[in-house]
């Protein structure tokens, strides 16, 4: 049974930091690309940040490039996000993604992953 689960979330200061945490079970974690991306109500599912299925190359949304660090354990499974310097616009429900079939041209596309936790809410007040 494929796991997803996303935590760390919470209200935080402009300016502040939070780090995300997504505990994975039930796929092959180290041959997958991971990823995280944010949704508002009424807004599409938008790409932050991910990890190659191979090769360990990270790629970054230009709005969070410089502020958030996509990392991974293979030990642990998990997959992290460290936000600092938040801002008011980075307020949104976090989900991170895996997919064993995503390839590097597709990775800023949500419908490319196959396995999605339920999301972690992040709220940046100014």
């Known amino acids: 049974q494929v796991q997803l689960t996303e935590s760390g979330g919470g209200l935080v200061q402009a300016g502040g930091s939070l780090r995300l945490s997504c505990a994975t079970s039930g796929f092959n974690f180290r041959s997958s690309a991971l990823a995280w991306f944010r949704q508002v109500p009424g807004k599409e599912r938008d790409f932050v940040a991910a990890l190659s299925r191979t090769g360990g190359y990270t790629y970054y949304a230009d709005s969070v490039k410089g502020r958030f660090t996509v990392s991974k354990d293979n030990a642990k499974n998990s997959i992290y996000l460290q936000m600092d310097n938040l801002k008011p616009e980075d307020t949104a429900g976090y989900f991170c993604?895996?997919?064993?079939?995503?390839?590097?041209?597709?990775?800023?596309?949500?419908?490319?992953?196959?396995?999605w936790g339920q999301g972690t809410q992040v709220t940046v007040s100014s």
């Open positions: 993604a895996a997919g064993p079939r995503t390839i590097t041209s597709s990775l800023r596309t949500a419908a490319q992953y196959d396995y």
